[in-house]
């Protein structure tokens, strides 16, 4: 028996899938290959500077059992059978009578090492997990789990990396073949569409956020991290070789809107906005009135192009102005596809949400969440959206949220011949009431839940 040392190679720091050797691309094993043989020892489990085995043997060998990692034989030594490691070494009988699978990382490479490539880059990973392999494409825990525990700074190992004419040769001769070149190509273009196809899913885009996919700063602060654990000590093996890779993909950042009914902007309300232009967004604030010093990037544009209530609006009408903001944001969404943000958000980082939904969730009760409003979008083909404006632009509306008994109550008030709106009834029904009921109902909350992101407890300005 013999037995190669699997020595996995983290992300580097890498998002997006490109057509290029992996061996070009990946170039730190997240082992530090430590030579004290003090450290050296024979485990179950790899951590630390233990990797996972791989061996080779002859099938004619009576080995009943065969683990991914190693066959299993409690007599292995006393039937005559040699196992050495990747270094020529004979394993001791802790390990070849045992279960362990797992050995010192550095002692064991001297002649062959087996580079372990099991994650590569974010969009990789995630093609590989929906494929339903290692971790199963709906366990979201665990596939973070996965990628994290296998992305872990360590030291640069650049020996494939290295020009190599061998594998030029042969690597060229397979492309000079029509066919094969072709499929290699139709292939990759599969792979990339299968990704923007996945990422359109709330459990996927929620995978691809947990992972770093969206943050354009990763690989330098993958890179930095891992210099500063080189820096403890831990010497590289060779210096780390530029890779020129295509930019991580990006998304068209969404337009911001919000309205301004009340007395003059405060130094609050530009902050928000500010924050938002500071992120990279365009923010369009409509309001009636003639406002002054708006922060460079803020345009300000006419509520009543988008709405118009038939109900009285002013400082005087407190509620009545927030139920009109309720039904203006559903109007503006659908209108021009902005996401609404109130006036009191405060931005910390860039807005992608590529399925279309941004809807927050507060904590009501203890592990209860409802849907808010303070920020708000829906895609265009949006059900709970539909149904809402549907819902609010009815003539004397009855919520299909309220009970038996007082929907009998306001159709009676219709037989009467009386006039009603979302402005007579109670704080928040024409807002986070009316958009969790038909999320719910249409079951759209559910794809907003898998994205991941809860706004709880929040505090605003």
Partial sequence: ???????????????????????????????????????????????????????????????????????????????????????????????????????ISADTISHVQLNHYAIRSVEASMLKFDRGDVTGNVRLERSVHYFK?????????????????????????FMRDKHLS??????????????????????????????????????????????????RGLKPAKAQIALKVPKNPTFDLPQISSLWVGPPLSFVERLCMQSFVDAGHKFTLYSTDKLRDLPDGVTLEDPRDIYQADFPRGPEYRHNNAV?????????????????????????????????????????????????NGIVGFPHDSKTLNECINLVSQKNPIPPFFNGGRRTRLRERTKNGDSFGFQDFSWGTSGPRLIHYFMEATGELKIRCAQGCILSRTTRL
């Fill in 1 to 103: 028996m013999i037995s190669s040392t699997s020595i996995p190679f983290n992300s580097n720091g890498i998002n997006g899938l490109f057509d290029l050797p992996v061996t070009t691309q990946f170039l730190q094993n997240e082992r530090y290959l430590t030579k004290d043989r003090a450290a050296f020892k024979y485990t179950g489990e790899p951590k630390n500077n233990n990797s996972a085995i791989k061996p080779l043997f002859r099938n004619v060998l009576g080995l009943s059992i065969r683990g991914n990692h190693r066959p299993y034989h409690p007599k292995f030594s006393s039937s005559g059978y040699i196992w050495k490691d990747g270094s020529g070494r004979q394993m001791p009988v802790e390990l070849t009578d045992g279960r362990g699978k797992a050995v």
């Fill in 324 to 372: 009109y903001a309720d039904i203006f944001r559903l109007h503006m969404i659908r209108n021009t596809g902005a996401i609404w943000a109130d006036m009191d958000a405060y931005c910390l980082k860039p807005f992608i949400f590529p399925s279309g939904f941004a809807v927050g969730l507060e904590e009501a009760t203890a592990g209860v969440f409802t849907a808010c």
């Fill in 149 to 173: 525990n296998y992305d872990n700074p360590g030291q640069d190992d650049t020996r494939l990396a290295r020009p190599n004419p061998k594998m030029k040769n042969l690597y060229n001769s």
């Fill in 182 to 231: 072709l499929l290699h190509k139709r292939a990759f273009e599969i792979h990339k569409a299968r990704f923007q196809e996945l990422i359109k899913t709330g459990e996927s885009y929620a995978l691809a956020r947990a992972l770093g996919y969206f943050d354009s700063e990763r690989r330098g602060s993958f890179l930095a991290e891992s210099a500063a654990q080189t820096s």
